[in-house]
């Protein structure tokens, strides 16, 4: 018997197929199943294209029936799932996306005025360095001053002791590398010559920098003592330039605490820095804004279920009808896939129980046959017992009886 074939999608013509006999051919029935199969499988596709062009449908109208009614309170229901529900979750979803982009702009302001903070503190960092260097050559001069003053009062005695040794040394070493500089010899004579003149240079360069700031360190320290008496008139110059510099820098120091205290507050903290929290603000903006089309689809399908158009008939306009009517079909039409989807299944389900039940009365015969044969094997036992019973009695009575015996 061939299957009957679908000549278009829907199980009516599948139906029948049930109170086909079970005891057809293996890959008969094999194909009948898969052929059912295909056709649940072609109406799911039909039911879902339908589903999907009715949602779009509803979608459009929802989000049409939003901004018809704005800030208007049309629905008095307190319904959990009824349209002012709907319109609450709607609304708020809309003031998140607004505060959110609220943050987001102010979050910008705070980005410029980081720029600006970054340009300021930079610039004064550069001052203020620019500063302290004017400020060491000060002090230097003001320690050369102090240690070559003539009066004895005025000069710290370790100090200028310091100052005369490395005096002594810095001489050593210039007089040194002119005596080098005046050798001649061979390629090992100025091999030896080169490495005793960078030696020399380099302790030279040391001795040098540790007389700067042995002077360094006298200018900072006679600053620090307050002395009235100045060692020299070019000394009480550089004194008096000192201070006016060390007031500057302390004025810088103090408006860089406070920038880059107002840019510790902008830039970090537990919250994150300004753009990881705009980044933050975006991505939950399109996370809400992902989730309209549910809300939208939401509300459209309550003003096409039962009572719906009563509810929204001061927004629905002739279009909006006709797109209810639309909706109204599809979802007929969805309906009756369902119905024939379900009808094949049914089928399906009849055909598979009755394998089920023909499955079990073969088990059922071949219990039987067992039990036959079991009869069959007890009653041969039975007849065996009657048999070796019997020939007990034979052998019981010869034993017992009288044959003559012996004298």
């Given amino acids: 018997m061939e299957p009957v074939k679908p000549a278009n999608v829907n199980g009516d013509a ?3 197929m049930a109170a086909w006999p079970l005891k057809i051919p293996k890959n008969v029935y ?24 009715r949602n779009r449908l509803l979608e459009g109208l929802g989000e049409t029936l939003f901004q018809k009614i704005g800030d208007g309170e049309p629905f008095s229901d307190g319904q959990a799932s009824g349209p002012g529900i709907v319109l609450a ?11 959110s982009n609220g943050a987001i702009k102010s979050l910008e302001l705070d980005i410029l ?40 009062d005025n000069v710290p005695f370790l100090l200028k002791k310091q100052e005369e040794a490395l005096i002594v040394k810095i001489e050593e070493h210039e007089r040194t590398l002119e005596e080098l500089e005046e050798q001649g010899g061979g390629i090992f004579g100025w091999l030896s010559k080169n490495a005793k003149t960078a030696v020399e240079k380099a ?3 040391k001795n040098r920098s540790d007389l700067e700031k042995l002077y360094l360190r006298a200018g900072i320290e006679y600053l620090s003592a307050a002395r009235d008496e100045l060692a020299a008139e070019e000394a009480a110059k550089d004194t008096e ?21 107002e840019r510790r507050k902008i830039g970090g903290g537990s919250e994150g820095s300004p753009s990881s929290r705009i980044k933050g603000f975006e991505k939950r903006i399109a996370q809400i804004t992902k989730g309209f089309p549910a809300v ?40 009756e896939e369902e119905l024939s989807i379900k009808k094949i299944n049914s089928a399906i389900r009849i055909d598979e129980e009755k394998a089920e039940i023909e499955r079990l009365k073969k088990a059922i015969a071949a219990q039987r046959q067992k039990i036959t044969a079991a009869e069959d094997a007890i009653a041969g036992l039975e007849e065996q017992i009657n048999e070796t019973e019997q020939h007990i ?4 009575a010869f034993v017992q009886g009288d044959h003559g015996g012996e004298n």
């Fill in 113 to 152: 005025r980081l720029k600006e903070l970054e340009e300021k503190i930079t610039v004064l960092e550069s001052e203020q360095s620019m500063h302290n260097g004017e400020l060491a050559q000060v002090h230097i001069r003001i320690g050369m001053a102090v240690l070559g003053a003539s009066s004895p």
């Fill in 393 to 396: 009695g034979e052998l019981e």
């Fill in 14 to 16: 599948f139906l029948k």
């Fill in 30 to 53: 094999n194909k009948v199943m898969d052929e059912r199969k295909s056709v649940i499988k072609d109406l799911e596709e039909k039911k879902r294209i339908l589903a999907d062009t």
């Fill in 203 to 205: 302790l030279l360069s």
């Fill in 241 to 261: 330039k000192a201070l006016e510099i060390k007031k500057h820098i302390s004025s810088l120091t103090e408006e860089l605490l406070l920038l880059k205290e």
């Fill in 296 to 335: 939208y689809l939401k509300f459209g399908s309550q003003a096409a279920a039962s009572g719906g158009k009563e509810a929204f008939a001061s927004f629905l306009n002739e279009e909006d009808s006709s797109v209810l009517e639309k909706a109204e079909i599809l979802s007929s039409q969805i309906a």
């Fill in 89 to 99: 979750e709607y609304r708020g979803m809309q003031k998140e996306i607004a505060d």
